[in-house]
């Protein structure tokens, strides 16, 4: 499903690098987060345990995989699997020196965590039924694996603003989340062509809002176009100083709807005048049962339909396994392995964005076979089948213990009638207003906060109704009021009774009919002070202890690199500071050790050697000429007072400040890709400069790559020639090594052609391509 390249491999060797290096001492925590986090590594409430996050593309699992998986579970994470809202796979409870192991099984089977945290590409959401449902339009599979092996090759999707995510539906129905994404992609078929209605700007969290629709129609093969265009004016105009409103969501409320969709369609024009991003899919390459019958109705029992699914393929059926909250013992998923391992035919499986996971082709019989084995996990009614996050016995950041209150909303409901239990749709239940449960597209939806009162703090749940997704209609809930946790159970009940006594089925419908009574019900639980004798309200769920915000801090989602380098540039600063103070060499060294390492997070480079981090400088900022050449000798003096050749470097002040200055300013001058847009200082190889010009007459241009390390100068020199039109001509400066070493052979298997190598140069070469 992923190809997975040597990069991907590469990190994982750093994490277990870097875990150790943690556990020693040796690196500093905040930077050992912005690595870790990336790679889906976060760090729960209790101190020093971890949940690791998996990537499973479009939620596209295979048998072994699964395997692999339950065994990692019953290895390092409590004998336990948690299953996500976008279609991830989660181990908590996992110890730092097991991270390195864990990943190391799973990319043996295909399976990678890079870009699941932090500032990057997340996983690409697929409805989890596409290709087989009833009502699929066409299999949008395909689509969604293109766009992740494209975006995952690239390294700048490491480093985004902020999270950028997208998904892919097969219908109007939108089980893929497509109108409440960055970017979603609808499936639909004009004039018997295959392509798809767009949609982007949506998300959850702080200030949530529903994607706006940017297109009725694309064809199929121009996705690149408009996921690289997103990209681009994401970069271009995200917010990396303030997290909160990093999103692409808060472009849309700064440029207003108009403007984002005409910044929008210029960045996707630009790139279809000069690249060329057309994707050619197989279309039928995820289908199983290709032969097979297909039909428009079929119909299940009535007690069956929420987790049992008839195909598009007659005769066959997909089975929904959900497991409460997503948390599911490794010895009940092996019984659901160990029972797909024994049939003697193909069978597809795909994990939801329901916190579950789904059997696809399965033959009557056996559908019926896996009924049996899941009854005593999955249930058939949708109340029980509710989303939750991890909530606050193990995220940083929750509020309330929202899987507790699942489980005493599911005893409310033990002993109900069955029309009062079926009245109900399913939950979304999110601890806090951070939407992990995404609760603001629920039909009912609920986000802890808490309310503080003379007595002590109580723990709440915000109440929302009439959220929705699909073509044309989604819409977030409407909140109605704040009820304390213990009083949410008997509220459902009395609100299950009200619809089942309404005589609407659907539950929209109720909305629109029964408001005034609704708001009515909830306005008897709103009212605190008549619960303010009840000991019980100061309590969680689950909890001994009266409700606090103890064990809370921040979160670690949006750790980044940008973190990385705030944390250098305001250690040199201190250190310069601490020096005018102390005046101890040994903190006039620190700061420029530090202000040298600021930047070269940004080039691939996180070294804690002082030798290699002066090197590694030179190489990046002073030999391109953003820093003056004279920072060499001062590097040279400080590598000889280390050495104890050198007593004193007081005289090395002016040189040190100017280094954290430069520095400071080439930080300042970021763009929104990353790249530093200071004028460079010196010109640092005439020669290389007279080539240039001489090119320029020759009707190319070089461009100047040095200092750029693989595999992001192969990135680089890729996008350059998706500038140009066949036939043209362009050249490229590469060190030394590496660079000249692997990006022309990168090239020629693309499919260009390589005019000449130069290597009379110092330390560095001319590559010129010519574009296929």
Do not use: W
Request: aromatic share 10%; hydrophobic share 35%.
């Amino acid at each position: 499903m992923i190809d997975i390249s040597q990069e991907n491999y590469k990190a994982i060797e750093d994490i277990g690098e870097k875990s150790k290096q943690y556990a020693e001492g040796s690196i500093n925590p905040v930077r050992f987060k912005a690595f870790r986090v990336s790679m889906g590594f976060y760090e729960q409430r209790k101190k020093e345990t971890y949940m690791l996050r998996t990537r499973v593309p479009g939620g596209v699992i295979n048998l072994k995989q699964f395997q692999v998986i339950s065994e990692l579970g019953r290895k390092y994470a409590d004998g336990k699997v948690r299953f996500t809202s976008r279609q991830d796979i989660q181990f908590h409870s996992v110890n730092l020196e097991d991270a390195y192991p864990i990943m190391k099984s799973l990319i043996e089977v295909g399976i990678i965590t890079k870009g699941t945290g932090g500032n990057t590409v997340r996983n690409i959401e697929c409805s989890p039924l596409s290709g087989v449902s009833l009502d699929d339009v066409f299999d949008v599979t395909p689509y969604m694996k293109a766009a992740t092996n494209y975006l995952i090759k690239d390294p700048t999707t490491m480093n985004m603003p902020r999270k950028y995510k997208i998904a892919f539906s097969n219908s109007g129905v939108d089980t893929g989340n497509a109108t409440i994404s960055d970017l979603g992609f609808i499936a639909k078929i004009v004039d018997g062509k295959r392509g798809f209605e767009l949609y982007g700007g949506g998300g959850f969290g702080g200030s949530p809002q529903v994607s706006l629709k940017l297109k009725d129609f694309i064809p199929d093969k121009d996705i690149l176009y408009y996921i690289q265009g997103m990209k681009n004016l994401f970069e271009a105009e995200g917010d990396r100083t303030n997290k909160h409103k990093a999103r692409i969501r808060f472009i849309v409320k700064r440029l207003g709807k108009e403007k984002f969709i005409e910044r929008f369609n210029e960045e996707v024009n630009k790139l279809k005048a000069e690249s060329k991003l057309d994707i050619n899919v197989n279309p039928d390459e995820f289908i199983v049962n290709k032969s097979a019958e297909i039909v428009e109705k079929a119909e299940v029992s009535k007690d069956l339909e929420n987790i049992l699914f008839p195909q598009k393929q007659a005769g066959y059926y997909s089975v929904y396994v959900h497991p409460q909250s997503g948390n599911l013992n490794v010895d009940n998923l092996d019984k659901v392995l160990n029972f797909i391992d024994k049939l003697n035919y193909d069978i597809s499986i795909r994990t939801t964005n329901t916190q579950g996971f789904i059997v696809r082709d399965l033959k009557e019989n056996d559908a019926q076979k896996l009924l049996d084995i899941i009854k005593e996990f999955t249930s058939i009614y949708n109340i029980d089948n509710s989303l939750t996050c991890v909530g606050a016995s193990t995220c940083q950041l929750g509020l309330c213990l929202s899987q507790n209150l699942l489980i005493g909303i599911k005893a409310e409901f033990k002993s109900v009638d069955k029309n009062v239990k079926e009245a109900l749709p399913r939950l979304y239940i999110s601890g806090c207003p951070n939407s992990c449960a995404q609760h603001e597209k629920g039909q009912i939806g609920l986000h802890g906060r808490a309310k503080r009162t003379q007595n002590g703090l109580i723990p709440m749940y915000s109440v929302s109704f009439g959220g929705r997704i699909g073509s044309g209609g989604a819409k977030m809930g409407e909140e109605y009021g704040d009820i304390p946790a213990k009083k949410i159970p008997e509220f459902l009940h009395k609100l299950a009774y009200l619809k089942a006594d309404s005589g609407y089925e659907d539950f929209y419908e109720f909305l629109d009919n029964k408001n005034d009574d609704i708001k009515e019900l909830v306005s008897k639980y709103t009212d605190i002070e008549k619960f303010a004798g009840d000991s019980d309200i100061y309590f969680d769920f689950g909890s001994c202890e009266r409700f606090s915000l103890k064990g809370r801090g921040p979160g670690e989602c949006s750790s980044g690199v940008m973190d990385v380098i705030k944390l250098d540039l305001s250690n040199a600063g201190s250190s310069l500071e601490k020096y005018k103070q102390t005046k101890k060499d040994s903190d006039l060294y620190s700061s420029a050790v530090s202000s040298a390492r600021t930047l070269l997070v940004l080039r691939g480079v996180d070294t804690n050697k002082d030798r290699e981090i002066f090197k590694e400088f030179e190489k990046n900022f002073v030999d391109p000429g953003y820093v003056k050449s004279s920072i060499k000798k001062l590097f040279e003096s400080l590598i000889d007072y280390k050495l104890g050749d050198l007593a004193n470097i007081s005289d090395k002040l002016p040189e040190v400040e100017y280094l954290f200055k430069k520095v400071e300013a080439m930080y300042k001058s970021l763009d929104g890709k990353l790249e530093i847009t200071l004028p460079k200082e010196e010109v640092v190889d005439s020669k290389a400069d007279d080539k240039e010009d001489n090119n320029e007459k020759d009707g190319y241009k070089v461009i100047d790559f040095r200092g750029v390390k693989c595999p992001i100068n192969f990135v680089k020199v890729k996008i350059e020639l998706s500038k140009i039109k066949s036939g043209e001509k362009r050249g490229f400066y590469l060190d030394d090594g590496d660079p000249i070493k692997n990006v022309p052979e990168s090239v020629r298997k693309e499919g260009h052609k390589i005019i000449s190598i130069d290597t009379n140069y110092e330390g560095y070469n001319l590559l010129v391509v010519e574009k296929k």
